[in-house]
């Protein structure tokens, strides 16, 4: 695959398009179909303006599940860059695209989802001014996996092996790094937002944005309650 204007920064973000009944399944007892795609999109739109807060000069990408190429720009806007996940699990995919990334000159590669609202802007810029120095940042999700992985350069060790999915993706991950003697460091240790219980999150986070912002998207969560 060939990028176009891809800065030595770049960062790449997995989601999934909205199609109702095919995200946040296990949302949907509570938010139903609909609700829990609505709330993909608004996770997405949310990370996506986290980054496009970045001062340093990124190119950010979009690697996407469903939809299409022409589904995801009017979505989302063509100022990005968009492809495919592609094949295979979830190692497969984040290696191919930081492949993909390192052998289109990138000098580091920060990869995100949209699960975890709470990585903002801040924690994005912690994760690049660490790949100043190290060659692996994680940043800890609290189930035991990682809701962003940084590297500035490929080492496809990381993603082979790995019980996706587990509470043993992070701690796999950093075995395999001691044995290759990768250096590496932490960000914050956050929350995913994957289940009924995590919803409080997105509503915290909402919290801190426009009151217009919160009041429109806290509207899903409370129909959801009284549906």
């Not at 609909?34 to 997405?44: E, F, I, K, P």
């Not at 496009?52 to 299409?68: H, K, T, W, Y």
């Not at 990585?119 to 962003?148: E, R, W």
């Not at 997105?202 to 009041?215: A, C, F, G, M």
């Amino acid at each position: 695959m060939t990028l176009i204007h891809l800065a030595t920064q770049h960062l790449i973000i997995f989601t999934r398009y909205p199609e109702p009944g095919k995200t946040k399944t296990r949302l949907i007892p509570v938010l139903r179909s609909v609700g829990a795609a609505d709330l993909q999109r608004q996770m997405t739109e949310y990370t996506i303006s986290q980054a496009r807060r970045l001062q340093n000069d990124i190119s950010i990408e979009v690697r996407f599940v469903g939809g299409n190429l022409q589904l995801m720009r009017d979505w989302l806007g063509s100022d990005l860059l968009y492809q495919a996940q592609g094949e295979g699990d979830l190692g497969i995919r984040m290696a191919r695209s930081l492949a993909d990334a390192f052998e289109n000159h990138a000098t580091q590669v920060v990869i995100i989802g949209t699960d975890c609202p709470e990585a903002k802007t801040h924690i994005l810029a912690q994760a690049s001014a660490h790949l100043q120095t190290f060659d692996l940042v994680l940043g800890p999700a609290i189930d035991g996996g990682y809701y962003l992985i940084g590297l500035r350069r490929f080492i496809p060790e990381l993603f082979i092996n790995i019980n996706w999915g587990t509470d043993q993706v992070l701690q796999q991950t950093i075995d395999i790094a001691k044995k290759l003697n990768v250096s590496y460091i932490y960000l914050p240790t956050l929350s995913d937002i994957d289940r009924p219980e995590d919803l409080q999150i997105w509503e915290r986070v909402l919290k801190t944005e426009s009151k217009d912002d919160y009041t429109k998207q806290r509207s899903i969560i409370d129909k959801a309650s009284f549906d």
